[in-house]
Nanobody, 122 residues
Framework: QVQLVESGGGSVQAGGSLRLSCTVS????????MRWYRQPPGMQRELVAS???????HYIASVKGRFTISRDSAKNTVFLQMNNLKPEDTAHYYC????????????????WGKGTLVTVSS
């Protein structure tokens, strides 16, 4: 089993900052992509940012220039630094990762964690 534990959410005013963390633990041979998703109230979950094992990053347009994804591969941890937060960033934030459990395993996303809530007020 592989577990995801997210932390760092909270309530901030527009223009504020938060740093989310997510640690992956359990039966892990290697972690490939690491990702942050969010699910606003009443809406579907969407991919926000991703980072590969060689630190290539991708962001959706609405967060580009404001959010930064990074990882500490030695600690199986991914971070999301969120600056200049806007009310539309309000959502539950979830991480996920493409985890390989053996040398031959190409890696698959794992079961979702509980997420962490980010609330941005205007």
């Amino acid at each position: 089993q592989v577990q995801l534990v997210e932390s760092g959410g909270g309530s901030v005013q527009a223009g504020g900052s938060l740093r989310l963390s997510c640690t992956v633990s359990g039966n892990i041979y290697a972690i490939n992509d690491m990702r942050w998703y969010r699910q606003p109230p009443g809406m579907q979950r969407e991919l926000v940012a991703s980072i590969t094992s060689d630190d290539s990053t991708h962001y959706i347009a609405s967060v580009k220039g404001r959010f930064t994804i990074s990882r500490d591969s030695a600690k199986n941890t991914v971070f999301l630094q969120m600056n200049n937060l806007k009310p539309e960033d309000t959502a539950h934030y979830y991480c996920n990762a493409a985890v390989s459990r053996t040398y031959y395993d190409p890696g698959n996303l794992v079961s979702w964690g509980k997420g962490t809530l980010v609330t941005v007020s205007s």
